[in-house]
């Protein structure tokens, strides 16, 4: 059972657009929802994050949009550019303090492709 | 070097060969962890290592076997394998909560060993 669903599998924008990536979960215990960017050759990087009491969080180009009782969340990246043509995992962690780790599920991605 | 390193980037095996995967992390961290990731497939935890000490075993086959000598290294080893654990493995690494705040606790990946079983 996949903990954390994300849409769509891959998305076409154009240069200046507005990308919107959404992710759903349905466990109410996950407590930080993280988005990752991974270019090709690469390994994930973090973009963003956000703690489910706050229902936005904007840095610079990319916004995440949280909605607690839907249990949705979305990336938006404004202004969208050929540079941002990468794969984005949304992620939620399930804190575990008794096992002293951090435990992610992660969205199968979203390849985004922006045309120039 | 920052980050976290991950050797080798390739690697071409046979089904009867043995092999090992090395992390390394140049953070601090003090939990480090091998992910899996298939195409359009959501990454699969495989092991985690916490302060040295396994902490989790995804019900990962015997033919992949992991070593935390120390909190800065990690190792997959890898002997008779299937066509179908190629993929890329990814290391990473995080600063567990207990010691610092949680929301300082995303995890660190590496670029990933491109894995190829022929």
């Known amino acids: 059972q996949q903990q954390v669903k994300q849409s769509p599998q891959s998305l076409i924008v154009q240069k200046g657009g507005i990308s919107i990536i959404n992710c759903a979960y349905e466990?109410?215990?996950?407590?930080?929802f993280p988005w990752y960017q991974q270019f090709p050759g690469k390994g994930p990087a973090l973009l963003i994050a956000i703690r489910p009491d706050v229902s936005e969080k904007k840095e610079g180009r990319f916004t995440i949009s949280f909605n607690k009782s839907a249990k949705q969340f979305s990336l938006h990246i404004m202004d969208s550019q050929p540079g941002d043509s990468a794969t984005y995992f949304c992620?939620?962690?399930?804190?575990?303090?008794?096992?002293?780790?951090?435990?992610?599920?992660f969205g199968s991605g979203t390849k985004l492709n922006v045309k120039p | 070097e920052t980050g976290v390193t991950q050797t080798p980037r390739h690697l071409v095996m046979g089904m009867t060969n043995k092999k090992s995967l090395k992390c390394e992390q140049h953070l601090g961290h003090n939990a480090m962890y091998w992910y899996k990731q298939s195409a359009k497939k959501p990454l699969e935890l495989m092991f985690v290592?916490?302060?040295?000490?396994?902490?989790e075993n995804n019900s990962v086959p015997s033919r992949f076997s992991p070593e935390c000598p120390n909190s800065s290294h990690l190792f997959l080893h890898l002997h008779t394998l299937q066509p179908e654990d190629s993929a890329l493995y990814l290391c990473a690494s995080s600063q567990e909560y207990r010691t610092r705040n949680r929301d300082d606790s995303p995890l660190h990946f590496g670029n990933g060993t491109r894995l190829t079983v022929t």
């Open positions: 290592y916490s302060l040295e000490e396994r902490v």
């Open positions: 466990n109410t215990a996950f407590d930080y």
């Open positions: 992620a939620a962690r399930n804190p575990r303090p008794l096992y002293n780790f951090n435990k992610f599920y």
